[in-house]
């Protein structure tokens, strides 16, 4: 094996182990957060919802998960069960709630487009290293 072949290994090594996982993880973190922020949006219309809706009570179907759903009565539609991190559940008024979601929005579209970011500069390294590594395929077939 000659030296070029032994550097397009290592690159292609490195291009492999590293690179493609570090973009598979940044896709992933991007998703998570993407998800959470649908969350807190989705949270925040159900109390613009809540905060129209005239009466002591509230009646609704619960999304429990997979598309399964169970009828459901909030009898106290003065105030929200919101989990505010770290599996934390605090019991809030809509006002209260509403700003801890403002923030969390602010936060999680940051890291948003921190992700986007990270995901560019890996796909600029990947595209770098196949460059390279084209270029040693050539050297090395000469």
């Known amino acids: 094996m000659n030296k070029n072949q032994s550097e397009a290994q290592k690159y292609e090594s490195f ?3 590293r690179l493609k996982i570090d ?3 940044a896709y992933r973190r991007k998703e998570i957060y993407q998800m959470r922020l649908r969350d807190y949006i989705e949270t925040e219309m159900f109390i613009q919802k809540a905060e129209s809706i ?3 009570s509230i009646k609704m ?6 598309q399964f759903f169970a ?8 105030k929200i ?3 505010v991190g770290l599996g934390v559940f605090v019991e809030l008024t809509y006002k209260e ?3 801890i979601i403002f923030q969390q929005k602010i936060e999680l579209e940051r890291l948003i487009r921190k992700a986007d970011i990270d995901i560019v500069d890996i796909k600029t390294n990947i595209k770098i290293f196949e460059n ?3 270029q040693l395929a050539g050297l090395v077939q000469q």
């Not at 179907?61 to 997979?66: E, I, N, T």
């Not at 009828?71 to 003065?78: G, H, L, M, V």
């Open 61 to 66: 179907k619960l999304d429990l998960g997979h």
């Open 132 to 134: 390279t590594l084209n």
């Open 81 to 83: 069960v919101l989990d």
């Open 54 to 56: 005239q009466g002591d």
């Open 23 to 25: 973009l598979n993880k």
């Open 71 to 78: 009828n459901a009565e909030i009898e106290n539609k003065d």
């Open 97 to 99: 709630a509403k700003d």
């Open 15 to 17: 291009l492999n182990s």
